[in-house]
């Protein structure tokens, strides 16, 4: 068999230094884990930053790779992304796997979200800016999301996304983030037809429980793992353990390797 290849994305608002640890962590395959369109190096799209859009960017990373075969592993938004590639694009893929994934824009959190982004959405570019990625906006936002103990972990991840957010495009974190509720997760999840592991944490507020364990409801071939005391920053706060979960995966479903393209 050849080697395998996994490809990693990240969440809103991040870049791949949030996945990198647990990419590190994943022996005997090989791991792209590319900055979104929006975030860290790379430029925004030109058309406007949907999960559909998004799912389309990486069938062309694939294609620019050269992978016939790969499995697909998000983040968070970057799970709400493989999640819509799967279904649309899902052809290539040996495996999915999902941590924390976004899939019900309801209840107070996701109106609230809604309101706020909305809110930036509307602001002049300077104005917007600062409503979303000041340092105070950004010590808000990780403070609710953020659970680990570790002091030092959560400095690197507080300080991280303060360069994270001054970098990003606040249009592709403001589109993305509103196109979750114009996206039909129920019936997307049904189209997926590969062997995907869906991962979450008893403390992740926006990626509950419930939430994805009907979603993995809705995936034919799917298993579902709840991380006790994990948030929703769970690859980032235990990369170890992400990594774990994922190996293990890896190893369960059949594999076709990466056929390089001719």
């Not at 050849?2 to 990240?10: C, E, G, P, S």
């Not at 694009?89 to 976004?102: E, I, M, R, S």
Request: hydrophobic residues 45%; charged residues 20%.
């Amino acid at each position: 068999m050849d080697q395998v290849t996994v490809l990693l994305l990240h969440g809103l608002g991040g870049d791949h230094r949030g996945l990198r640890e647990l990419a590190d962590a994943l022996d005997g395959v090989d791991v792209v884990v590319p900055d979104l369109p929006g975030y860290g190096t790379s430029p925004p799209l030109t058309v406007p930053h949907t999960l559909e859009n998004y799912a389309a960017e990486i069938e062309r990373l694939r294609l620019s790779l050269g992978l016939d075969r790969f499995v697909l592993a998000g983040h968070s938004l970057g799970a709400s992304i493989s999640l819509v590639y799967a279904a649309k694009y899902g052809a290539a893929l040996d495996g999915l796997c999902l941590f924390n994934p976004v899939s019900e824009a309801t209840g107070p959190t996701a109106w609230l979200g809604k309101l706020y982004y909305r809110i930036g959405s509307w602001l002049p570019a300077p104005l917007a800016r600062i409503w979303l990625c000041s340092k105070p906006a950004v010590y808000l936002a990780d403070a609710f999301v953020i659970v680990t103990k570790d002091k030092a972990r959560r400095r690197w991840i507080l300080e991280m996304d303060y360069e994270n957010y001054r970098n990003a495009s606040v249009r592709a974190m403001t589109e993305a983030f509103l196109s979750y509720f114009d996206t039909g997760f129920a019936a997307l999840a049904a189209s997926v037809d590969v062997p995907t592991l869906v991962v979450t944490g008893t403390r992740d507020g926006i990626a509950p429980v419930d939430a994805v364990t009907t979603l993995r409801q809705r995936i034919p071939d799917s298993e579902l793992v709840i991380e006790p005391g994990a948030g929703h920053l769970f690859p980032a706060e235990d990369p170890t353990r992400a990594a774990e979960l994922l190996t293990a995966f890896l190893r369960r479903v059949p594999l076709s390797g990466n056929r390089m393209s001719s």
